[in-house]
């Protein structure tokens, strides 16, 4: 169907308070990427879902960060008690499958977090 | 852990051809992507190389080096369109990317 779509497309938070951001990957890709890119940055690994199998959360700066995906398709990014430095926008991919490293990622339009 | 370095900036005129490179650390590697980042918008895929050697897909080539942990992208016969941030990316399943190459193409 259509591409990676994200939401909210913008969103600005007050220090300390809870956001959640929501990935909805393209039907039937099986694994689903969450990366994060500050200002003139590249971008930067945060977690990785693929099928069942137990999440890579190697990426997540601190504990502050939670990831999780139902049913295996939408995931959701939660960053509670915000703080400045987590301004960034925040990309979201999938790719159909993860075999030899071939597929392509396809990215979503990204949140772009402002934290206050 | 992955380490990835590429040029900050490159301007070229419309018409030329620019080379961006890009080194590599890796701990882990299945292959080399670039991929094109607009102002403002979601990067979008590129190219790939796995295999040593060159991939031409129309005016974009790339290759790699795995003896030489290094790559590059070639953007031929530039246009404006063409101005954007590019990234290298070090593919071991998820993909670890350099700080991007910012392209500005002049008339």
């Known amino acids: 169907g259509a591409g990676v779509s994200q939401s909210p497309s913008n969103k600005v938070t007050e220090k300390g308070k809870d956001v959640e951001l929501r990935c909805d990957p393209i039907?039937?890709?099986?694994?689903l990427y969450w990366y994060r890119q500050s200002l003139g940055q590249g971008l930067e690994f945060l977690i990785y879902f693929q099928g069942n199998s137990a999440p890579d959360k190697s990426g997540l700066p601190s504990d502050r960060f939670s990831a999780e995906r139902t049913g295996g398709s939408v995931s959701t990014l939660t960053i509670q008690r915000t703080q400045q430095e987590d301004s960034a926008v925040y990309l979201c991919a999938s790719s159909p499958l993860v075999t030899s490293g071939e597929e392509t990622q396809y990215f979503g339009p990204g949140t772009r977090l402002l934290v206050l | 852990g992955q380490s990835l370095e590429q040029p900050s900036e490159v301007t070229a005129v419309e018409g030329a051809i620019v080379q961006i490179n890009c080194t590599y650390q890796t701990s882990g590697f299945y292959g080399l992507s670039w991929y094109q980042q607009h102002d403002g918008g979601a990067p979008t895929f590129l190219s790939y190389n796995g295999l040593d050697g060159l991939e031409e897909t129309g005016r974009f080539s790339s290759f790699l080096s795995r003896s030489d942990s290094y790559g590059y992208l070639l953007l031929q016969e530039l246009q404006m369109k063409d101005s954007a941030s590019y990234f290298c990316?070090?593919?071991?399943?998820?993909?670890?990317f350099g700080a991007g190459t910012t392209v500005t193409v002049r008339a």
């Open positions: 990316a070090v593919d071991d399943y998820k993909l670890s």
């Open positions: 039907s039937g890709h099986t694994a």
